[in-house]
């Protein structure tokens, strides 16, 4: 198509016959695809159009209507749409750009066409503004067009690819900024659509935009390794073909090579270079079944016959048609050893589900008036959008972020304690898990029990993993929680609760201080507002309503003596010295003997580094779950709601988001020495099994004086042996002395200190 386009330009014909020829090409498309024949409404949108965008050029000096006949070409092709979307891809810049309106367009082309021409419009603009808070605006209006009508963000898509194919016409300071907003929001919303294709080359493009050199290299690489790719592909593929077909298959087998893209990405992650990518390509067998009813079995006996010639990677296949992914992914992965040497995947898919995968399911969807089938998982996740969208995030960044856990996540499949399958992003927690259920769940959950083992709630799950949730009616979410949730709608759900409590609480708050002040005959005026704030160094009346509602702060005798108080002027004077220097004058607080011992510890100078120290087999501080650190690991403290010290790995992925969402609690902290505490690490030890191996090394753990194993299970095959050991120590000294014992031991290949 690109190469058509440069020969006729070339040979300088008129604007006109160039006009003419596209949109001949876009009716010829048109008439290939499965739609019923709509041919006139096309036409008329195309005469529309081209009158209502006459003498405008692009950038790049075409005219300008070559582009929405460019965009009703992907959507008919590339998308699978009907003659209304064309339509709409036609006219979608005709509101935009020209004079005529949304209801001109009702007028002359009906509802549908114009309500989706009037939602692009909408969302016309970029992405990205020049501030985060509107660049999460377009964002939820782009979104908010999904519930309404997919076809919208599907145009919006072709506009986006036809943009980025003709990106090179533009500034490069646009270029880098219509790249990036590419790569980190259309790439994904293609994906979870379904739209293969269109993804793999926007990230392509994108990539191409913003590294340039790397994008040559790779390309380099790709094209001069070709010739080694055909000959080891056809090796493969050979004894394939000639089985299937003996057997009668209709059938197509052909060799795809990772896109540039995700060349790159596998390179970056796995930190290796070109030459060290084994699966550059999958070989892909597309089948036209005699009968679609027996589509599942057909891929299976495909399956079977490639295992009869190639030794099958057990852990390597993924049944995607029992289970289909989210976006409607359908095929059978497997890998197998090839005749080379290399493991090679290989992907059996019918044609049907070829067309799915390329061209997303989004096309054979709802809008062909209400086929009730069963919710989809597209539309359970266009339904979760909703939802988020629905309890706005008053920080922008944070909605983004929301969102695109969701974008990007991969799935996987847990089961209800009565076998229910339920779909979670990878990376999912038992909280997560919870949430999916109900959010009340989710609200009074206080652990989980995967495969009947009892584990925390921040476990993450696995595919296959049996969960059931344990209630408790008492239990409310915490803000800490939101460390252990990885999904949108969890945390959304965690949010929102918080906010809510958060509003009940300084009502609460508001309503007892009103009591107080008219009960002492006080009003609650600035200067009295002032008073009240210096003294408990808040900022707003929100916070002290806030303090007040959570009785953190009382409305009691020393607030009565403090407002009372006739010298209060020297007394505020004296006060905001304090708080000049010190920057923490809650303890200048009377206090009263009679007063209530609280649950609380007092409150921990958030400046200072933290010492974590025990006094006679007592801690001033707790370990956390997720990370478990001992003395001797980098750690950081977080400051919990009861004021105690919890202490995480600097590295924790949890702290990482305690981080970000709770700042000011975390507070720098250091191990005194340890001598009296022990605390659990485990070690992993792989190495090669033979005779007595493993009685050195419980002979060396046990030797160890200090050391108290704990737990240790040992599996052996293949002749390979994989252990973990769980001992009890002081501190990472004592780890890496025994780490480096057990090295020692011949046929011990590692011995490592890990997470659990
Ligand atoms: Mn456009």
Known sequence: MKNNMNEILTTNISDDQLIESEFNALLEDYMNSNHRKKVDIIKKAFNFAREAHKGIKRRSGEPYILHPIAVARIACRDVGLGSTSICAALLHDVVEDTDYTEEDIKAIFGEKIAQIVGGLTKISGGIFGDKASAQAENFKKLLLTMPEDIRVILIKIADRLHNMRTLGSMLPSKQYKIAGETLYIYAPLAHRLGLFAIKTELEDLSFKYEHPDTYEEISRKVAASEEDRIKLFKHFATPISEKLKALGVDFEIKARVKSIYSIWNKMQVKNIPFEEIYDLFAVRIIFRPHDYANEKADCWKIYSLITDIYKLHPERIRDWISRPKANGYRALHLTVMGPDGNWIEVQIRSEKMDDVAERGFAAHWKYKNGEADEESELDKWIKTIQEILENPEPNALDFLDTIKLNLFASEIFVFTPKGDLRTLPNGATALDFAFDLHTNIGSQAIAAKVNHKLVPLSHQLQSGDQVEILTSKNNTPSPDRLAYVNTAKAKTKIIAYLRKEK??????????????????????????????????????????????????????????????????????????????????????????????????????????????????????????????????????????????????????????????????????????????????????????????????????????????????????????????????????????????????????????????
């Open 503 to 756: 509003r009940s609480k300084i009502s609460r708050g508001e309503k007892n201080l009103k009591i107080f002040l008219d009960k002492n005959e006080l009003i609650f005026d600035t200067t009295l507002l002032n008073k009240l704030l210096n003294h408990y160094c808040l900022k707003k009346k929100e916070d002290l309503f806030l303090k007040i509602g959570r009785d953190e702060i009382e409305t009691d005798e020393t607030m009565r003596k403090l407002l009372k108080d006739k010298g209060d002027n020297l007394l505020l004077k004296y006060f905001k010295m304090a708080v000049g220097r010190k920057g923490d004058n809650l303890n200048l607080q009377v206090q009263e003997p009679d007063k209530k011992p609280t649950e609380k510890n007092p409150a921990i100078d958030r400046k200072a580094t933290y010492i974590l120290r025990d006094q006679a087999g007592v801690k001033n501080y707790s370990i956390a779950a997720c990370c478990k650190p001992i003395p001797g690991d980098d750690v950081l403290g977080y400051i919990n709601e009861n004021e105690n010290v919890i202490v995480h790995k600097r590295s924790c992925q949890v702290a990482t988001k305690l981080k970000s969402s709770f700042g000011p609690r975390i507070i720098s902290a250091k191990w005194a020495d340890h001598n009296e505490i022990s605390f659990s690490a485990t070690i992993e030890i792989k190495g090669i099994d033979g005779v007595g191996v493993l009685n050195k090394i419980t002979g060396i753990i046990s030797e160890n004086m200090a050391v108290n194993i704990k737990n240790i299970t040992i599996n052996v095959s293949d002749g390979i042996f994989d252990g973990k050991i769980t001992i009890m120590v002081h501190d990472v000294q004592e780890v890496e002395k025994l780490c480096y014992s057990l090295k020692h031991i011949p046929n011990v290949k590692s011995a490592n200190r890990i997470n659990e």
